[in-house]
């Protein structure tokens, strides 16, 4: 994990910024109750190597996603926390990783809550919309060639598992949305996975939330 005390780019225009996104506030079920999501940011696909790079140099590609475009993995909760404390410093805009209950909305996109979200209701809707075990032959491919979902984000589900802000507790941090080795049946919003913040595969990568109300 690069060091917080690296040296800040001279301007923001060096740093390889991130598309962020704007998710409309909603309804989302959570453990049998509805809570209201506020309008926030996320960007469209996970933080990719380039990006990842401009905040730590010593970052090794995996061959499984080597491109400058392709998704930054091997990533931790603490080094996806990390680049996101960095780049609301490089920015100076309150960038964040997204919660688990944002990035659960933003899943499912405008379906009703209880309704099954159309982009992952039959097996041809996530192969058009997703890279799973049958489609991605075996690496992690780029969620942009696959359709986004009806909020404009792309690969929300498959790709990489993606890590949440917060966890069950101190020794836990949550990770969301499965991976490219998941057969399709296994791609819908709810499954989560826990680990250690320390902990990274070539399956792990992050996106980018920011609030777009900022309360003082």
């Known amino acids: 994990m690069a060091s917080s005390s690296r ?24 453990g049998g109750r509805t809570v209201t999501v506020e309008p926030f940011y996320l960007s469209k696909w996970p933080v990719t190597n380039e990006q990842y790079e401009a905040f730590d140099s010593d970052y090794q590609r995996s061959p499984l996603s080597s491109g400058d475009r392709d998704l930054a993995v091997g990533i931790s909760w603490n080094q996806a926390d990390g680049y ?24 499912r996109g405008s379906s009703a809550p209880g309704v099954e979200p159309t982009w992952t209701a039959t097996p041809e809707a996530i192969d058009r919309h997703c ?5 991605s032959e075996g690496r992690v491919q780029h969620p942009e060639h696959r359709q986004a979902n009806d909020f404009g984000l792309h690969g929300m589900l498959g790709s990489v598992w993606e890590w949440v802000a917060e966890g069950p507790g101190d020794e836990r941090r ?3 949305g499965g991976s490219f080795r998941l057969l399709p ?29 900022i309360r003082g």
């Open 174 to 176: 949550v990770l969301c």
């Open 84 to 107: 996101c404390r960095w780049y609301a410093e490089v920015s100076r805009k309150p960038m964040r990783l997204p919660t688990r209950t944002e990035w659960l909305y933003a899943c």
């Open 7 to 30: 040296p800040l780019p001279r301007s923001y225009a060096h740093v390889p910024r991130t598309i962020l996104w704007l998710v409309p506030g909603g309804d989302v079920p959570i």
């Open 131 to 135: 890279w799973h075990a049958r489609n």
């Open 185 to 213: 049946q296994e791609l819908h919003p709810a499954p989560i996975k826990h680990e250690a913040p320390g902990f990274a595969s070539d399956e792990t990568g992050f996106r980018v939330a920011r609030s777009f109300r």
